[in-house]
């Protein structure tokens, strides 16, 4: 395909190719007229000639073509970085895709020619292009409960343990202590991975990011202090360790304490937490237990919805944006459940069963974003600052932090894209939802865990940092792409 576009006092006269290369993948040629290049250098030389200074010169008073002659392979740089900028904001705002990622353009291989016409190429990622199902007349299921004073009364239990005292024993371990252990992953006789005096419980699994141990009360039980238990296990085919992926390693306990749980009495609790009384308690932990209801009746309605609209997505999805989404997607589902009012135990362990077959669930999810995307524009539906402070307040409050640092926070570690897909994805499944028939279904609450989850992964996290492509932060973007916000 061939455009070309032309403003005589903004912009550019481009020549741009776009060549199809999946439904998520263009491979793009831009030409830019000599005419065009040369009048670059012009406005870069009116702007350079009145303050050169020359020897044998005052400061601008050299002719020009002395000037333009001294100066311009130092300014062909400069000229070649703002084409570049200039034509691909142009190629963004003229053609017809929505372009999800950077491209990638290795900027340092692209030089402008003496003579002729100035070209570059490059591939990017953009938002594929599909029919939209049908959404405003779909069938769903929710879970409905009201909560009873005995189930306010068993979470307090519950949570009577959360907030237990360790106490050290000299007895081997028994079901349900705590072993202090350092843990040593080894592959063909080479350790890859230690982590130090990590606190395991004796529960019938173990879950790390990358691997389940079964059975992993009877590997503990009657050991003690001193004691080094071995078993080996199987990493899963997404691993952080890539040259690991699929498997199998060998763990070493060494075991450094044994700790038996000393229940606080339920009584204690409210204190614990920060509130005064138990009538203060018990009205937190409804509102809590509320609020995880809510998170799974969408949660519920958004798998059946997903399932729905993602049913006809049979576009593939390049391996790279899947890799590099499915930390995001990760994120996402750490921050609904941290605004929901889930422990950090839960978290963690919802967090490792998303590692364990992350890039199968990121590809539905991607599908399903770009959707619901679609249908935010369609239906007009935006995100306002007003939800930012919302979803910040609730996750200040879940983490009894201020919501000043929550922003920071979320801000240096780039989550605020995250969160602002959370709400624009949520308010969409709301319309969708308000547009269903709906049947009532019974919500099933979930029973206490027998697994230990610990955010360690067993064949190590990744170190290695991608080395920056351009040097002084010079890689092109097209604005309205992630890099650009």
Known sequence: MSTEVQDEKQQLKLGVDINETSACGRHITVTISRAEVERYFTEQFDDLVPKAEIP?????????KLVEKKFRKQLTNQVKGQLIMDSLAQVNESEDFSAISEPDLDYEQVSIPEEGDFKYEFNIEVRPEFDLPEYKSLKLDRPEYEFTDKDIEDHITKMSKQFSTLVPVEEPVAAGDHA???????????????????TLQALSKLDFADGTIEGFDKLLLGAAAGDTKKTK??????????????????????????KRVEVMPNDEVAAAVGLG?????????????????EYSQRQTVRDQISGALTESANWDLPADLLERQASREVQRAVMEMQSSGFSQPE???????????????????????FILERIAEEENIEDAPQDYEV????LAVQQRESPRRIRSRLERSG??????????ERKVIEMITENATISPTKYEQEADSDTTSVNLFFGGAKT???????????????PGTEKDK
């Open 415 to 424: 989550q605020m894209d995250a969160l602002r897909n959370m709400i624009i």
């Open 391 to 394: 979803e910040i307040m609730k």
């Open 233 to 258: 296990v199987e990493l899963s085919d997404f691993a952080d360790n890539e040259e690991l992926r699929g498997k199998e390693v060998e763990v070493e306990f060494e075991i450094l304490d044994v």
């Open 277 to 293: 009384t138990a009538e203060e308690l018990n009205t937190a932990i409804r509102n809590m237990l509320e609020q995880r209801l």
């Open 56 to 64: 044998g010169f005052r400061a601008g008073k050299a002719p020009r």
């Open 464 to 478: 290695h940092i991608p080395e920056a492509k351009y040097e002084g932060g010079d890689a092109p973007a097209i």
């Open 180 to 198: 202090i252990c350092d843990v040593t992953t080894s592959f063909d006789g080479e350790t890859v991975a230690t982590h130090e005096e990590v």
């Open 347 to 369: 978290i963690v362990a919802r967090e490792n069963e998303l590692r364990k077959n992350v890039h199968e669930k990121t590809a539905v999810a991607l599908k399903e974003h």
